[in-house]
């Protein structure tokens, strides 16, 4: 097990009480009316306010402090209609065995489907209707928490829940907590750097958390002095400015701090060292060994997902290690930026749209998906177009001029 | 002149069947017995101080309750009210005596 010490603080204070849980008092107090009385009237609830607040922790503590058994889905898990029903359906239908038991702490399952506002695409098909169908049916609370609570395709589950709002944590709240944690960490805090990280939070409690942290673990003591460099992540460094400072480091530890002061996009941020390394690193053994790092970054990116931030450290190391295999060796050079994958998107959206309604139009002709029509019509479709740019196909399929030309000149599908 | 509220308990003038559903539908309360108004759903807030102010024809402000030491407060002369997004909204807070007095915040952790 991993040593309290080790642990970050966001972890280690984790509210295990309500009490726990810094502001949003009325909030607080809904949500528990409902659990304990009134979620017959409403089968589910929607928490929703900004990153950061304590939706998930009061949901989790409050599961705890009743004795409710959570079934979570977050969105890391692919929530489409078949994955949801294979885990809720099965979670809500019936009452817990636990029932039945002696202890009379156990009062079932609730359902807790965490960042509904994203899910999206096509691997979430069909959740919404799943979670609705769900609602409908359930025998136990369903409990919801989104960021974004206006989005269109949430429109129908707000009409089946209670509605609760989180409002972002205010910054006396915010310095109480830290000066807690201060406390309880041994460490001497001017009041004016605490009121400071709480400022520069936003009202995000965890960021708050992790600001202080990262400033004061260390030395055990906390200057106004200290958090200037707080400064720099409101400036909101540029994606040029974070990779230059990224490849001309000297050691780990220099980017891993840079790193954590950093607020540029992760995923971009990885894509474009990804794009970059090869000018970076000229010899073939050092560019290997910086890609294997950056492909370890990339596996930790993935588990990290919009919930195991506790896993981010491991994330910066592995980036750390791939600015340092050698850095003796660093030129200046013109970096790469935006991500190539990113430009190539950006670039091919109209072939793409073009190349879609052709599958459409082939799909609906001959009873196929998109899919098949891509790979298994277009390839031969365009061969014959190519020879005989009027074939009847042309008409039967109701191509323009514009599609007929697109298929005839497309170098690859 | 701004109105003071207390969230927990107001009195309203006597209004119209429509404006008084309106009050109800965004989340208040009403008492009959003791004739006060009270905030029971936050989610429309803002809408509530609007309609409350259209009402009395005056500028409302709720009062925030201390978490450390239980009393009422206003905003005014809180130092961080431009960066606050809920100013003047009737929530838990901590009144600037309590953030300041390291004696009654040892008291107050004692109480965990």
Redesign the interface.
């Known amino acids: 097990m991993q040593a309290q010490t080790d642990l970050l603080w966001v972890e280690k204070y984790r509210p295990k009480k309500i009490?726990?849980i810094t502001?949003?008092?009325?909030?607080k107090a809904?949500f528990l009316e409902w659990l304990k009385n009134k979620r017959h009237t409403k089968k589910a609830v929607l928490l929703y306010g900004p990153p950061g607040v304590g939706k998930t922790a009061l949901v989790l503590s409050a599961s705890r402090e009743l004795g409710f058994s959570v079934i979570e889905m977050n969105a890391s898990d692919t929530r489409s209609e078949k994955a949801i029903n294979a885990i809720a359906k099965p979670a809500t239908s019936y009452k817990a065995l636990d029932n039945f038991t002696e202890n009379a702490k156990v009062s079932g399952n609730v359902l807790f489907l965490d960042e509904v506002d994203g899910i999206a695409g096509n691997e979430d098909r069909g959740g919404v209707n799943a979670i609705l169908k769900i609602i409908e049916a359930s025998l136990v609370p369903i409990i919801m928490a989104a960021n974004d609570p206006d989005i269109e395709k949430l429109r129908p589950l707000k009409k089946e829940c209670l509605?609760?709002?989180f409002?972002?944590v205010?910054?006396?709240?915010i310095?109480?907590l830290l000066?807690?944690i201060c406390?309880l960490e041994h460490i001497t805090a001017e009041?004016e750097a605490l009121?400071r990280i709480a400022?520069n939070s936003?009202?995000d409690v965890r960021s708050a958390i992790n600001d202080l942290q990262s400033l004061s673990e260390e030395n055990h003591r906390l200057s106004l002095q200290d958090t200037m460099m707080l400064t720099s992540r409101n400036k909101d460094i540029s994606m040029d400015e974070t990779l230059r400072r990224y490849f001309s480091t000297q050691n780990i530890a220099e980017t891993s701090t840079m790193l954590a002061f950093s607020s540029v996009d992760y995923d971009d941020f990885l894509l474009s060292i990804s794009d970059n390394l090869p000018k970076r690193y000229t010899d073939l053994t050092e560019l290997a060994k910086a890609y294997d790092y950056i492909s370890h970054a990339d596996l930790f990116r993935g588990r990290i997902g919009t919930e195991n931030w506790h896993l981010l450290k491991y994330f910066y190391n592995a980036l750390a290690e791939a600015s340092a295999v050698n850095p003796q060796s660093y030129k200046p050079f013109t970096f790469v930026t935006p991500p190539i994958r990113i430009i190539t998107l950006f670039w091919t959206k109209g072939k793409r749209t073009m190349l879609d309604t052709i599958c459409g139009k082939i799909g609906a002709q001959c009873h196929v998906s998109h899919k098949t029509a891509k790979h298994d019509f277009v390839p031969y479709i365009r061969a014959i177009l190519q020879k005989k740019p009027k074939s009847p196909l042309v008409v039967w399929f109701k191509f323009t001029p514009e599609e007929v030309d697109f298929l005839t000149k497309m170098s690859r599908y | 002149m701004t109105i003071v509220l207390n969230g927990k308990g107001f009195k309203l003038p006597r209004v119209e069947k429509e404006k008084f559903v309106n009050l109800i539908h965004l989340g208040l309360d009403y008492d009959r017995n003791a004739g006060l108004f009270s905030i029971k759903s936050y989610n429309n807030i803002e809408k509530v101080i609007d309609a409350v102010s259209d009402i009395l024809k005056d500028d409302v402000v709720f009062l925030q309750s201390c978490i450390r030491c239980g009393k009422d407060f206003s905003c005014r002369g809180c130092n961080y009210i431009d960066l606050c997004t809920t100013k003047n909204l009737p929530f838990s807070c901590v009144c600037s005596q309590c953030l300041k007095d390291r004696k009654n915040f040892e008291t107050y952790l004692t109480q965990f």
């Open positions: 009490d726990d502001g949003n008092d009325e909030a809904l509605l609760i709002r409002q972002q205010r910054i006396p709240l310095i109480a000066q807690k406390l009041f009121e400022q936003k009202g």
